[in-house]
């Protein structure tokens, strides 16, 4: 089992930045990921992390504005945004799993059974 925890989110204006924080317990994850969900819209992936090597995918909707890191002691993924734009308003939601498979398949999210609850980005124009 996997358990997490989301932090981070808030209100912002454009060009703004903030850092969302996923906080993993229980087994070790294979990889971990964020996805994200606009009101009326499918949740979409944003990056994922592979924490045994280090491998990491960036969606192209936010490659050059959105990062990530990780704390070396924790499983704790951290999602690094920056110039954010009102298109990246949404629900972020945290993901893992143990299967190697369902990892080497993102950004499809229907392999992922472990979700956190989300936190909220608003960006207002």
């Known amino acids: 089992w996997l358990d997490l925890v989301e932090s981070g989110g808030a209100s912002v204006q454009t060009g703004g930045s903030l850092r969302l924080s996923c906080a993993a317990s229980?087994?070790?994850?294979?990889?971990m990921a964020w996805f994200r969900q606009a009101p009326g819209k499918e949740r979409d992936g944003v990056v994922v992390?592979?924490?045994?090597?280090?491998?990491?995918d960036v969606a192209d909707s936010v490659k050059g504005r959105f990062a990530i890191s990780q704390d070396s002691t924790t499983t704790t993924l951290h999602l690094e945004m920056t110039n954010l734009k009102p298109e990246d308003t949404a629900r972020y939601y945290c993901?893992?799993?143990?299967?190697?498979?369902?990892?080497?398949?993102?950004?499809?999210?229907?392999?992922?059974?472990?979700w956190g609850r989300g936190t909220q980005v608003s960006i207002s124009s």
């Open positions: 993901t893992a799993t143990v299967f190697r498979y369902v990892c080497n398949d993102w950004p499809d999210k229907s392999g992922f059974t472990y």
């Open positions: 229980g087994d070790i994850p294979e990889c």
């Open positions: 992390w592979w924490p045994g090597g280090g491998r990491r």
